[in-house]
Structures are given as C-alpha cells and as structure tokens.
Nanobody, 124 residues
C-alpha cells in the first residue's frame, strides 16, 4: 500500500516562504498525477496544485498562481510545493495525494492515497 508523508509546514509571517515535501513509500508516482490540497478550519478541502509525474505538466488554483510552484524529484520519489509570498488566507492543513484517474482532476474524490497533512500557519 502506498504511503505518503508530508513535511515542511510551520508558522511563517505574511510574505514569507515555506517548502512542503511529500515522500512516497514506494516508486508509485510515475504513472499518476499527484496533487496538493489544503483544508482550513470550517472549510472544505480545496485543490491547490497538481503535477503529472511523467510529463511535469502542472496545474494551479488561481489564488496561488505566481506564488506557489509544484515540482517533483524522480530520484527521491518526492514532490514539493514551494510557497512564496504567503498570505494569512493560505493558513490550512496541506495534504498531498495521488489521483487514481488517468486524467487531470481537481476533485478530492478522485484521489485515493493521502498523506497525514502538515499545518501551515501564516500570521504575524
């Protein structure tokens, strides 16, 4: 069974940066799209970004375009989310997940394996 583990969250001031990592327990990313989602208290889980592993094609929600960058390292079987110019509204638990479908999706219902989440808090 695939296991995903996020790391890199923390407390940062507005305008600051963080880099999240998502490591897989086995080499299982290559045929899939991998995504980042976030969930703030009292809100639904929201799509943030995704990358098609083989091609490197990326997708972003409009609210993070130009500030966040998703990437992957094949050798380390790890995905990253570089977050710059962070805003208080970026505060949430961030999750990485694997899309089970053979095409791009922004719906959490299409993602089958999830990490445990990492807290990102943007506050002064």
């Amino acid at each position: 069974q695939v296991q995903l583990a996020e790391s890199g969250g923390g407390l940062v001031q507005p305008g600051g940066s963080l880099r999240l990592s998502c490591a897989a327990s086995e080499r299982s990313f290559s045929s899939y799209e991998m995504g980042w989602f976030r969930q703030a208290p009292g809100k639904e889980r929201e799509f943030v970004a995704a990358i098609i592993w083989n091609s490197g094609t990326t997708f972003y929600v409009d609210s993070v375009k130009g500030r966040f960058t998703i990437s992957r390292d094949n050798a380390k079987n790890t995905m990253y989310l570089q977050m710059n110019s962070l805003k208080p509204e970026d505060t949430a638990v961030y999750y990485c997940a694997r899309n089970r479908l053979p095409y791009h999706s922004r719906s959490s219902f299409h993602y089958d394996y999830w990490g445990q989440g990492t807290q990102v808090t943007v506050s002064s």
